[in-house]
Every structure is written in C-alpha cells, then in structure tokens.
C-alpha cells in the first residue's frame, strides 16, 4: 500500500522545499508539490510540518554486559526510545567479550537486535591484536557487512588497546576499506588519577569527572589522529566532549586528514556541576565517560557543528538503573559509566539548537542524520528524503513542546539526564520504511520489525584517502650502482 504525506516542508542536508512526499514498497517514491493520491492511498497530513530524514543514532550500547552490569535497554526499547524521538535507526556497538572472537560476537549481537523495532547496524569492537583478529576483519567487513571498527583507549584492564595494537588495526582498517573510530582518553592516566583521588578520600560521582580532564581526552584524540595518519586510514572520533579534542580534529582537517568528530547531545546542554549535587544517585546517573564539561567546551562544540569541524551529534544511549549505578556506593571507579538519551537527542538538538539560531534546520538534518549515513557508506538509502531512499522519516511539528520527564520515557530506567528541559519542535509521525512506528504517542512498531543494514566498505572519504596515501607514500630513491 502507498502512502501520500501532504502538505509538508521537506528538509534535506542542502535544501528545504514545499513537497509531498510518496512512499510505496517502503522506499520514497515520489518528491514533489501537489503530488496526485494513488488509488487506495494513505493519505498523511503534514500541513505546517517539516518532513526530514528520521535520526540515526550511531553510538548505542543496548543490553551491553559492562563493568559488570548489563544496560537496561535493549535492542526492543532501546529502539522503541528512538522511535519516540524520531530516530529510526541505531548503530550499536558489538564487543566482543574477553577472548571471544569477533565472529561469535557478531552472531551474538544480532540475536540480541531480533527484536529490535526499527532498524539497525553495528560497529565492531577491536578489544586486542593477533593474527585471529587480523582474519576475522576481512569476515567481518566481506561477510557482515560491517565497514567500521572501535577501539577504547580507555578501560585500563576491560577493553583498552596500547598504541601498537592501533596502529595494527588502523594498518588493517586501511586495507580494508574500513573507517575505525576510537574512544579516545589516556586510559593509564584516568588509572592513576583515579587512585590518587580515591586515596584522597574523593569517593563520589564527582571523583570520575575530577579523574578524566579534557587533557586525557585531547591527548589520545591526538595520538589517534597521528597514529591514523601514519596507518594510511581515516578516522571517527566518538563521544567528544571538549576543546581540547575539537582543537585536535580541526588541525588534522586543516592538514588535509579525513578525521570526523562527534560530539553527544548530553554535551552540548549539561555541564559539570551535575557531579557536585547531593544527591548521589543524581550524579551518579550523570556519570559516563568522558565526563559533561563546562559551558566553555560546550560553546566549542556548538562552533564545530556550526562550521562543519564536528560532523555527527549522537547519544551514546548506555543507560543503567539506579540500583546498577549504586555498584560504585564508596568507590566511584565501580559506578557503571553511561547515560540514556535517545529518545531525547532530536528535540533536545532541535530545541538548543534551531531554536536558538545555533544551527539551521538543514544543518540540523546533516548532524542528526545525513553526515552518519553518508560517514557510514549508507547514503541515500538512509539519511535523506529522495526518490528511491529508504521511507525512514519524521513529520516534525515545530510548534509543538514537551518537557522530558523520566515518568513518561520509553527508556526502562529511572531517570532521565535532561528531567525538566522543555522542547519546542517535537516529532508528530515517524515512518519506519514506509510503516509509520509511531504516531503522537501510539508506539505501533513491533519487535522484529527492524533489519539489519549492511554497510559497504571503500566509502568515498577511504577511496580518496588510499589514493593520496598511495601518491605520497615513502618510495625508494633510484640512484646508479656503485660499482665498489
Ligand atoms: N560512555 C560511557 O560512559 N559508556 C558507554 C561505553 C563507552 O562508550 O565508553
Ligand atoms: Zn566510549
Ligand atoms: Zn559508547
């Protein structure tokens, strides 16, 4: 059956225009003013409403087993949240557990993401090096469908890797057509700043902020952008949350690195002074990793959306309950690290951002859907509203508010990071490949609704870059023989 959104504003990445909007098969068919209604057709209003590509979320951790507990949502409501937030695909991250290998993890996730309501992909985690892992990249990028792999610099002893296993795997990355993305902070230095402060008597949530400054995270940010350079790769940078990482990820851009950088929407509202309150469940619900900066960094990388230097604002959707994050009462370094969010980042980004002149609504599509899908080798299937992408769209009603409160989330847990903050601009409808999942509230997506999406790797940026890397690289200089 087909359907006919009217009377809408279509918004792209690059141009905003008065358009119906025609789906069938679960593709868009047809783009354009006063579109005629195939026989039987639903019709959807959109008058005074923008019709954009739906959000992709590409930094989530659903039913993820770390530090010791597993993260509350799962593939079902993790992607029920983002429906509800207009966000109609995730990209989550499959790590593999200690000793296991990549394939046994892979298989693990998609049955994990079977009940998954809209759709999904994965990144793949490189937690070690050995010739196993070197094989199974190939499987992973060839067969899978996987073109992006993560590295933690971070979690001393859990799932951080030393300079020479990145170096490897950005080597392989290369080879591969495959773009890796790094969490970059000294984990060696968050180690002994951590011991310091709890020998201190620092206990408390704010223990984890005061123990990974922007330092750790602009230095690894560096290194990784310098380690990727000498690899021959590009690189994405997650959850950036300070100057100190933009500054690095604008040299590199202005050195002619491919380095893409993104920042979370927890960051550029919330700030530091959520570890000092009181209340230590408050905090410690604010605690992930890195930490909320201050207004100074937040005014960065506002800036860095706005002049293109940061690419994507994701959520890192890691969201523990209340009795998990009391696993770190007495020693915060055992507080499990994550916040909720996803069903938030759209209206929250819309909100602080449209509504405040800090981005337009096309810069807006770009950051919350068109920059990851086209990072990610996936554009325009997803991330746009053209003839012949995937119906995965948001009727956005502008005027419309809501005040997030935990009472009324999708999310499973308990409370919620941006509880109070009214928005203005939320979503009406959201179409998952043509069907619309939700609609005012009424969630009508099913689990197993959502599929799998392979990306393929050599995106555009690694062409290029093999290119360039293949011109200037070291070459032998060809001199006569010397006869001795
Ligand atoms: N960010 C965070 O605190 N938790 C999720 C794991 C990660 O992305 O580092
Ligand atoms: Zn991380
Ligand atoms: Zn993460």
Same mark, same amino acid.
């Given at each position: 059956m087909s359907t006919l959104i009217r009377g809408g504003t279509v918004v792209n990445h690059d141009l905003s225009q008065r358009a119906d909007v025609l789906i069938d098969g679960g593709r868009i068919v047809a783009v354009?003013?006063?579109?005629?209604?195939?026989?039987?057709?639903?019709?959807?209003?959109?008058?005074?409403?923008?019709?954009m590509p739906g959000g992709i979320d590409p930094h989530t951790h659903m039913e993820l087993m770390f530090m010791g507990k597993v993260s509350a949502d799962d593939f079902e409501w993790g992607t029920k949240a983002g429906l509800s937030g207009g966000t109609t695909m995730i990209v989550d991250f499959c790590i593999p557990a200690p000793g296991e290998s990549m394939l046994a993890a892979y298989q693990a996730w998609r049955?994990?993401?079977?009940?998954?309501?809209?759709?999904?992909?994965?990144?793949?985690?490189?937690?070690?090096?050995?010739?196993?892992?070197?094989?199974e990249m190939e499987t992973v990028v060839k067969t899978y469908g996987i073109n992006t792999f993560k590295h933690f610099m971070a979690y001393k002893g859990a799932l951080m890797v030393n300079d020479d296993e990145l170096y490897n795997?950005?080597?392989?990355?290369?080879?591969?057509?495959?773009?890796?993305?790094?969490?970059?902070?000294?984990?060696?230095?968050?180690?002994?700043?951590?011991?310091?402060?709890?020998?201190?008597?620092?206990?408390?949530?704010?223990?984890?902020s005061y123990s990974r400054p922007p330092e750790v995270e602009g230095e690894a940010a560096n290194r990784a952008?310098?380690?990727?350079?000498?690899? %021959?790769? &590009? !690189?994405?940078?997650?959850? /950036?949350?300070?100057?100190?990482?933009?500054?690095a990820i604008r040299r590199a851009k202005q *050195?002619?690195?491919?380095?893409? %950088?993104? &920042? !979370?929407?927890?960051?550029? /509202?919330?700030?530091?002074?959520?570890?000092?309150?009181?209340?230590?469940?408050?905090? *410690?619900?604010?605690?992930?990793?890195?930490?909320?900066?201050?207004k100074k960094h937040q005014d960065s990388l506002w800036a860095g959306l706005q002049s293109g230097t940061l690419s994507v604002v994701a959520t890192d959707h890691c969201s523990f309950t209340i009795e998990q994050k009391r696993n770190g009462v007495g020693d915060f370094t055992k507080i499990p690290n994550g916040t909720g969010g996803l069903e938030d980042r759209l209206p929250v980004l819309w909100n602080a951002g449209v509504n405040t002149g800090r981005l337009t609504k096309e810069e807006f599509v770009a950051a919350t859907s068109t920059n990851i899908a086209r990072i990610l080798n996936?554009?325009?299937?997803?991330?746009?509203?053209?003839?012949?992408?995937?119906?995965?769209?948001?009727?956005?009603?502008?005027?419309?508010?809501?005040?997030?409160?935990?009472?009324?989330?999708?999310?499973?847990?308990?409370?919620?990071?941006?509880?109070?903050?009214?928005?203005?601009g939320v979503p009406r409808t959201v179409f998952s490949r043509g069907r619309i999942a939700w609609h005012e509230g009424d969630m009508r997506a099913k689990p197993g609704d959502g599929e799998f999406v392979r990306r393929e790797p050599n995106a555009p940026v690694n062409v290029a870059n093999a290119i360039w890397k293949g011109l200037t690289q070291p070459k032998p200089v060809a001199r006569p023989d010397i006869v001795p």
């Open positions: 354009g003013e006063k579109l005629e209604a195939p026989a039987g057709a639903e019709i959807v209003d959109a008058g005074g409403c923008y019709v049955h994990k993401a079977e009940k998954a309501c809209a759709d999904y992909s994965f990144h793949m985690a490189v937690t070690q090096w050995s010739p196993q892992i070197h094989d795997s950005f080597r392989r990355c290369a080879q591969l057509g495959a773009l890796p993305l790094v969490h970059a902070e000294n984990g060696d230095v968050v180690a002994r700043m951590q011991a310091d402060l709890l020998a201190r008597g620092v206990t408390g949530p704010e223990g984890h952008i310098m380690i990727a350079d000498m690899a %021959g790769c &590009p !690189l994405y940078i997650v959850h /950036v949350s300070c100057e100190q990482t933009h500054d *050195a002619g690195q491919r380095v893409f %950088g993104e &920042p !979370l929407v927890q960051y550029l /509202v919330l700030d530091d002074s959520e570890y000092q309150n009181k209340d230590w469940d408050y905090a *410690a619900g604010r605690v992930m990793s890195p930490p909320f900066r201050n996936m554009y325009p299937k997803k991330g746009a509203v053209r003839v012949g992408s995937d119906a995965d769209l948001v009727i956005w009603d502008p005027k419309a508010t809501k005040t997030i409160t935990a009472k009324k989330q999708v999310s499973r847990i308990e409370y919620n990071v941006f509880e109070g903050y009214t928005c203005t």
